[in-house]
Structures are given as C-alpha cells and as structure tokens.
C-alpha cells in the first residue's frame, strides 16, 4: 500500500494506541515520509448502529475540510475498511494541557473557535450523519438518532430510563434548524493536534454529520460550560433558552452513546462503572429527569 502511494517501500511502522475505535499506525517510508493507516474493526465486531461505515465518513469529511483551507490531514487512500493519510506531529490537546498557562489555554481556545466557525460554513443538501440515514428535516434526522441508539441499548442489554418523552417533549425546538451544517461532533482535545502554540490538526471526524452547530457545543465544552474565549473566536455572545434547550439534548444524546457504547466494547472494572454513573447522572440534569 504505501508503495502503491508513495513509490517507496515501507521502511517502519508503529501502532497508535489512543484511539478508540479503529486500528491506526503510524508508517515511516523508506524515504522518511509519514503516514497514518487507520483500520476498521473487523467483520462481525459489534457496533452501535450509527459506527457502521465510519471510514468513508472520515474521508469524506477530511476531504471537505480540506476544501475549506482547515488543518486536517490529506487523504492519500480510502477504501471501505482503511484510510491512508498524511501524518501529523502535533501533540494532543488533553496531553499537553497540563503545561499550557492560562493565557496560552485561552489564546488556543479562541483559534479553535474562529476554526470551527470556518467548519460551520460548510453545508450539506440533507441532515443527518454523512453515511445516513438522512432526512429533509433536523428533527427527523435527530429524532432518528436518537431512536437508533436507544434500540441499540435494547440489542445489548443495556437498561435506560424513559428517555423518549423528554426528547419529544422539546423536538419542536429542532425545527429551528433550516440548514444542515458540517458537525464533526467529537472535537474534545485528544483530537485536537497543538504544535508550536497553535492548532496544528483536526483529526477523527469519523462522527461528522449535518446538523445544528449547536451540536458541536457537546464536545468542544464536554460536561462543561462554554468558555467565553471560544465564544469570541467563533464569534458568539450567548444563547437563548430554546438554543440551550437544544444544546442539552446533544449532550443528553451523546450521554446516551457513552451508556451503552461500553457494552459491546467490553469496558468493564470499577471506572467504567463510575464513568456510567457520571453518563447518567448528567444525562438525568440534561432532560430534567
């Protein structure tokens, strides 16, 4: 593969440990070029219904970033269950915070901001997560998700409070979203690359979908309140009430993939157990159950 990109053998390789999700490696070729090779789980590992076909949705969401002049890798090759792109040598966020200064902490939250302005500006023609399903509407598509990770948490056993009338009780809200909009819904700082005091990369967008920027608030603020530096790098005051409404049922829907994605990962011990306390707790505080 990398001869086949690159015109040179594979001189070195080294797997990557903090992921998640896929297998990723990180290659040396012969001429000292880098790349990383992320690996799809195999056939017959069990997913939650919305990781199905996550590598195509990660290249095409690098491609258009990529478009939009935002720091993210090139993609180099992608088939169904592996992408090729290029390296880079920034240090995760999450890492090198314990050495950032308050100043330098706040002057890297404003770039993240004016970047994920730049993110939000790029659209789509249906909502929903970019390998579907789809739908004309926000509320559908949400509503969608929803449903899918709450039959996900019935396949694999995972007991759930009455979530659903919650969810409906504020679906109206989503019809205040008219454009679908680039989400890549994971950015908390183990996937944002810093080097030489700034953003260096985006990485894993594999979650991306269309939808409501708010959404994005769920992860760029995880279980926090959003700072007032990445407030004005994006270019924001402040949110109405029926835009905080919305902004907690994305964080209640990503505490419900937290739940139940453990089970079929086969998380166990008693710190997954306290994370799922934690999921749970928030996920009560977030639809007022």
Not at 66 to 88: C, I, K, N, Y
Not at 171 to 196: K, M, Q, R, S, Y
Not at 251 to 261: N, P, S, T
Request: with cysteine; proline share 6%.
């Amino acid at each position: 593969m990398v001869r086949r990109v690159l015109g040179v053998p594979l001189a070195a390789h080294v797997e990557l440990t903090e992921g998640m999700f896929n297998t990723a490696y990180r290659l040396t070729a012969a001429d000292g070029r880098e790349a990383v090779l992320k690996v799809a789980p195999p056939p017959g590992v069990p997913l939650l219904t919305y990781e199905r076909d996550l590598m195509r949705t990660e290249a095409l969401a690098f491609e258009l970033m990529a478009s939009r002049g935002l720091p993210v890798p090139e993609v180099l090759l992608h088939e169904d269950d592996f992408l090729l792109m290029t390296a880079l040598n920034g240090v995760p966020w999450s890492t090198a915070r314990p050495g950032l200064t308050d100043a330098e902490h706040g002057a890297l939250r404003r770039e993240l901001g004016a970047i994920v302005r730049e993110l939000h500006r790029i659209t789509g023609d249906v909502f929903g997560y970019v390998q579907g399903p789809n739908a004309a509407t926000w509320r559908a598509a949400f509503t969608a998700m929803v449903d899918a990770v709450l039959a996900d948490a019935d396949r694999f056993g995972v007991e759930l409070p009455d979530v659903r009338p919650a969810f409906a009780a504020r679906a109206h809200l989503l019809d205040e979203v008219t454009e679908p909009v680039l989400v890549h819904f994971d950015l908390w700082e183990a996937n944002i690359l810093l080097a030489g005091g700034h953003v260096e990369g985006i990485i894993d967008p594999e979650r991306a979908l269309f939808g409501d920027p708010l959404a994005e608030i769920a992860t760029v603020a995880l279980f926090t309140e959003l700072d007032d530096d990445y407030k004005a790098g994006y270019g924001i005051e402040g949110f109405t009430e029926a835009e905080e409404t919305r902004i907690a049922l994305y964080r209640a829907y990503l505490c419900l993939i937290m739940i139940v994605e453990g089970v079929p990962r086969g998380y166990a011990g008693e710190e997954r157990e306290a994370h799922v306390r934690f999921f749970r707790e928030k996920l009560a505080e977030y639809l007022g159950l």
